[in-house]
Each structure stands twice: as structure tokens, then as C-alpha cells.
């Protein structure tokens, strides 16, 4: 923990938690199932969900049943990925997928997953200040080669695997459509090394701030003010968070204690900028 002053202000920051937000509002964005009735009742996109617990797992077999897609696991409470799997399709991996879950909270979720790159939006009091994206792969069209070409000759090749046809089903894209020449094509949501199913940890790899699409920071300034949070971290998933919002994506999470190496690059720069700007807003410096 460090005390910080300058000149009559001075705060306490523990780890890359700070004093921006009260106890009840970070418990209450804790909530996962709370929050996405709120941001649903304002007409935020998010994904369709169950809540539920170990008594009532076969109201989420129903559920589970019903999707047209794979669903996604997790605590109703939790962070980090802890907990959480991905592409559960039957009630055996259901039942594995839940007891995972349930070391973590009593109160569980599932969730239609989602094909697309993680997008998380930093936002201070009002202003969404920086965003980045853990980037999946992608090929480029030439206008001669199908898409399954296009990942073989890929470096390295791109796997067709149940991400990637998953990911490629949800923008209508079939493995034999030849893209057009110069089109991007987001064939695999995950990073080759990312793990398929269990307690997948998010790393972003890429700056996106003042490259969204403008929706996509009005909806985090929306997300972080509905649940009353002064510093949030908006989480999305998008095939393209340069398009419009509605129709490309999703909102996921909101998370009140951000962490913030996740705004920097450790290897050209000593620093986050957006902790400046934190520190500037809790020490009363006018920017």
C-alpha cells in the first residue's frame, strides 16, 4: 500500500486498487447477473444468460438446450477467468463446467458464447480514456483463394478448429468463400496460444484507443455510469470494434477495480499513462 500527497490532497492506493469508487458499488458490479439486467434494462447489448446454482443445474441443461451456439460457464462473482469455460455443448461438460465454477462462487452463470476479440474500454469519470484488444487471427482476402487456403497459408497456419468455426459461423463466413481482395477476416477469436476451455486469462496485445467506433465508448460510458462506477474497465466482444457496435458485439463485463498493465507496454514505455491521469483525478491536478 502507498500513501501519495501533493500539497493538500493525498490518497492511498493498494495495488492497482484506488479511492474512486464506494464499497457498494464495487460490490454491487461484483454481481455479474445484477449487472447485466442493468445494462440490458437500458438497452445495452448483452448476451443471453441464465443464472443459476449446483441445485438447479437443469434449469441451465434447459437453457444450454435451447442455444443455438456453445455456452460459456462461470461464477456470478469473480475475476481473472477464474472459474470460467468455454464451449460447453452438453450436460457432461455442463456438470464439469459448473463444479469448476462453483469452487469460486455458490451463484453461477451461463451464457450464450460469443465468437469475436475481447475489447476492454477504460473509463474515468465520464470519459472513456483507453482501450485495447487481445487480438484474434485473421487472413486477408485476394480475391482467388478460399478461406480454408488462406489459413494454410497462413504463418504460422491457422488451425480449423472449433473456435474457428465457430468464429467464422458467426459472420456467415464458410471455409470455401473466397474473400474479397484486401478484406480482413477474423477466423479465430483466441491467440494461438490461448487455452480452448478452462480459466482462460484475457491478455491484450493491442492498443485500439481513437480507433473504435464510437459506439463502442458511448455504450463503456453508459455501462460504467449505470452501475454508478468512477473508474471502470467495459469489457465487449466484437468481430470488428471499428463497426457499429449493435450487430458486431456484445458487452460482457464491467469491472470496477481495473488493473492497468493492461494499458501499457512494459518494453517502450516505464509507465501507464492512464495511472497519470488516475493519480491527476484523485489528487485534484486540473488536466
Known amino acids: 500500500a502507498w500513501e501519495i500527497s501533493l500539497g493538500d490532497h493525498s490518497t492511498r492506493v493498494f495495488n492497482y486498487q484506488v479511492e474512486l469508487d464506494n464499497p457498494v458499488t464495487l460490490r454491487l ?16 447489448p448483452i448476451p443471453p444468460h441464465l443464472r443459476f446454482d449446483l441445485a438447479t443445474l437443469d434449469t441451465a441443461a434447459r437453457f444450454l438446450s435451447e442455444e443455438a451456439s456453445p455456452c460459456v460457464v462461470k461464477p456470478a462473482g469473480g475475476y481473472g477467468g477464474r472459474g470460467v469455460t468455454t464451449h ?18 455458490d451463484s453461477l452463470l451461463i451464457e450464450r458464447q460469443v465468437p469475436g476479440e475481447s475489447l476492454r ?8 480514456v483507453h482501450a485495447v484488444v487481445r487480438s484474434g487471427r485473421r487472413v486477408v482476402g485476394d480475391g482467388k483463394f478460399d478461406v480454408e487456403t488462406l489459413c494454410a497459408g497462413a504463418n504460422p497456419v491457422i488451425r480449423i478448429d472449433r473456435d474457428a468455426r465457430m468464429t467464422l459461423a458467426a459472420q456467415g463466413i464458410a471455409l470455401t468463400d473466397v474473400p474479397r481482395s484486401g478484406r480482413a477476416v477474423l477466423v479465430k477469436s ?12 484475457t491478455v491484450y496485445d ?36 471499428t463497426q457499429p457496435l449493435f450487430g458486431n458485439a456484445f458487452l460482457n463485463e464491467v469491472n470496477t477495480t481495473p488493473a492497468f498493465h493492461h494499458h501499457y507496454d512494459s518494453a517502450r514505455e516505464s509507465h501507464p499513462e492512464v495511472a497519470v491521469a488516475v493519480l491527476r483525478e484523485l489528487l485534484g491536478v486540473a488536466s
Not at 450436460?91 to 462453483?102: K, N, T
Not at 474500454?121 to 472513456?128: E, K, P
Open 206 to 241: 493491442t492498443e485500439m484507443t481513437g480507433r473504435l467506433h464510437p459506439e463502442f465508448e458511448q455504450a463503456a460510458v453508459r455501462a460504467a455510469s449505470v452501475v454508478g462506477s468512477e473508474l471502470a474497465g467495459v469489457d465487449f466482444i466484437a468481430v470488428d470494434s
Open 121 to 128: 474500454v477504460l473509463v474515468l469519470r465520464g470519459r472513456a
Open 190 to 201: 483466441l491467440p494461438p496460444e490461448a487455452p480452448e476451455r478452462s480459466e482462460l486469462r
Open 29 to 44: 458490479a461484483g454481481r455479474k447477473p445484477l449487472v447485466h439486467a442493468m445494462l440490458r434494462d437500458v438497452g445495452l
Open 88 to 105: 460447453v455443448e452438453d450436460e457432461r461438460g455442463l456438470r464439469r463446467a459448473a463444479l469448476l465454477a462453483s469452487l469460486e462462487d
